[in-house]
T-cell receptor, first 115, second 112 residues
Framework: ETGVTQSPTHLIKTRGQQVTLRCSSQ?????VSWYQQALGQGPQFIFQ???????GRGNFPPRFSGLQFPNYSSELNVNALELDDSALYLC??????????????FGPGTRLTVL | RKEVEQDPGPFNVPEGATVAFNCTYS??????FFWYRQDCRKEPKLLMS???SGNEDGRFTAQLNRASQYISLLIRDSKLSDSATYLC?????????????FGSGTKLNVKP
């Protein structure tokens, strides 16, 4: 187990709705990244938070937004859900040491289905 | 063109075989490189980081070729338990601004 937890495990929403996914990082980790993984594809980087500030963003529209809290847990919010948002959402935590080779530890993911 | 490209496979090999995967990346300024392993319906887990000089961990060897912008993973003496999807990951961010790109993964099936 990586010590990274995500909730909920599964979620079903309809088009146009909004969703919030949650992630608790491994103890001592101050960086959280969020990924979207469609079936048969690799994870796609959404964004990363470091000490409560966004620290990197992939090619996702603004309706994907996030937060990181003082305890370094994090939320991913998606507004105006579309059918293509159906995917596994993974969060990963890490503790930057100044090396570019810091390992990321992934949570089990939240499976979102948009109908 | 995708930022990170991998052959999706599947690679079907017998136990004991040697198998190699390659991955190409688009950004020559990329800073760090990794191989992750993902089992079916599970989260990705770090297999190994890839160092400029190449590195080995038991049966696994990773190489980086910056000039040609590719990384490779070699698995020797394949085990049934090596069956999984192998994901190539490249950090194309700069300084402390990270931007991780995953390939779509290469599926490996090791058969008895």
């Amino acid at each position: 187990e990586t010590g990274v937890t995500q909730s909920p495990t599964h979620l079903i929403k309809t088009r146009g709705q909004q969703v919030t996914l949650r992630c608790s990082s491994q103890s001592g980790h101050n960086t959280v990244s969020w990924y979207q993984q469609a079936l048969g594809q690799g994870p796609q980087f959404i964004f990363q938070y470091y000490r409560e500030e966004e620290n990197g963003r992939g090619n996702f529209p603004p309706r994907f937004s996030g937060l990181q809290f003082p305890n370094y847990s994090s939320e991913l919010n998606v507004n105006a859900l579309e059918l293509d948002d159906s995917a596994l959402y993974l969060c990963a935590s890490s503790k930057p040491s100044g090396s570019a080779l810091d390992e990321q530890f992934f949570g089990p993911g939240t499976r979102l289905t948009v109908l | 063109r995708k930022e990170v490209e991998q052959d999706p496979g599947p690679f079907n090999v017998p136990e004991g075989a040697t198998v190699a995967f390659n991955c190409t990346y688009s950004n020559s300024a990329s800073q760090s490189f990794f191989w992750y392993r993902q089992d079916c319906r599970k989260e990705p887990k770090l297999l190994m980081s890839v160092y400029s000089s190449g590195n080995e961990d038991g049966r696994f060897t990773a190489q980086l070729n910056r000039a040609s912008q590719y990384i490779s993973l070699l698995i020797r003496d394949s085990k049934l338990s090596d069956s999984a999807t192998y994901l190539c990951v490249v950090n194309m961010g700069q300084y402390n601004f990270n931007k991780f790109y995953f390939g779509s993964g290469t599926k490996l099936n090791v058969k008895p």
